[in-house]
């Protein structure tokens, strides 16, 4: 997210870990690495999974393996793996992740799907996520 907000790694060279430690100790949420010919590619980490709904809470796919569809198939792959109420959430300025989103949960549920938009908690200075809220 650091083009989309502009933020900067501190002097480390490291981001916050923010929501990260959290999937590693909590049975409620889980993270997947996403592999490409051997290589890490990327991560998907899904929280909700005792709840009634599920959501994608962080999903990243480097961009030397995008347009190659490896994105799709992981994400159709968790909603296969858990069944029930989804609500994705992105940011509109994140180049190519409304497009994406918008697409991969139509190949998956038709149109039985709708977006909503709703303010980021306790950022008012950052615009709202949208959220593709579906069944599976």
């Known amino acids: 997210m650091s083009e989309v907000r502009g933020t900067l790694p501190n002097s480390d060279g490291m981001y916050k870990a923010g929501r990260l430690p959290t999937y590693f100790d909590d049975a409620d949420r889980c993270g997947y690495l996403i592999s ?4 890490p590619a990327g991560f998907a ?9 599920r959501m994608i809470g962080d999903f990243f796919v480097v961009r030397a393996v995008r347009r190659k569809r490896i994105g799709y198939h992981v994400v ?3 909603l296969g ?5 989804w609500e994705i959430g992105f940011q509109l300025g994140n180049r ?8 991969v949960v139509s ?3 038709g149109t039985s799907w709708r977006e ?13 996520d949208h959220f593709i ?4």
């Open 107 to 109: 190949d998956v549920v």
């Open 133 to 136: 809220v579906f069944s599976v």
């Open 36 to 39: 490409y010919q051997d290589a």
């Open 45 to 53: 980490f899904v929280q909700g999974l005792s709840g009634e709904t």
């Open 116 to 128: 909503e938009l709703r303010p980021v908690p306790d950022k008012p200075n950052i615009p709202p």
């Open 81 to 85: 793996r858990y069944p029930g109420r």
């Open 96 to 103: 190519g992740a409304p497009d994406f989103w918008r697409r």
């Open 76 to 78: 159709r792959e968790l």
